[in-house]
């Protein structure tokens, strides 16, 4: 899958349309999912022209990729996820769903989440 400079989260790094932020730096750009699934839904979003994961991990320069991570760390911790737990999900191509193709970490916490997968 080639990147998509149209795609939504594309748009929002550019500033053509708004997102509703809590957290950037150099790195990443974190928002609030505008369908959330749980009381805490935000998505952390790396800033450059990255598809998945796997395009992510083998493009990206080193300094990106780990404040990258840093920022999803950074994001959990402020919106007080750490104690109660909180789930990490990245969906990459069609199998997973994935809905936008550019890489982005949903961080969902606020209540209890169960089981990640049924059969």
């Known amino acids: 899958m080639s990147y998509d400079q149209e795609n939504i989260f594309a748009k ?6 708004p997102c509703d932020k809590v957290y950037e730096d150099e790195h990443a750009l974190a ?3 505008i369908t959330p699934q749980a ?3 935000i998505l952390v979003i790396p ?3 990255y598809v998945s994961m796997a395009d992510f991990t083998a493009s ?3 300094e990106l990729i780990a ?3 840093r920022a999803v760390g950074e994001v959990a911790r ?3 996820l750490e ?3 909180y789930r990490l999900l990245a969906n990459a191509g069609a199998d997973a769903h994935q809905e936008v193709p550019h890489l982005h970490i949903h961080i969902f916490g606020g209540k209890k989440l169960g089981p990640m997968l049924t059969r």
């Open 12 to 17: 929002i790094l550019r500033g053509e349309i």
């Open 31 to 33: 928002f609030h999912d």
């Open 39 to 41: 009381p805490v839904h």
């Open 47 to 49: 800033k450059g022209d």
């Open 60 to 62: 990206a320069p080193a």
């Open 67 to 69: 404040g990258f991570f």
């Open 78 to 80: 402020a919106q007080g």
């Open 83 to 85: 104690q109660p737990g």
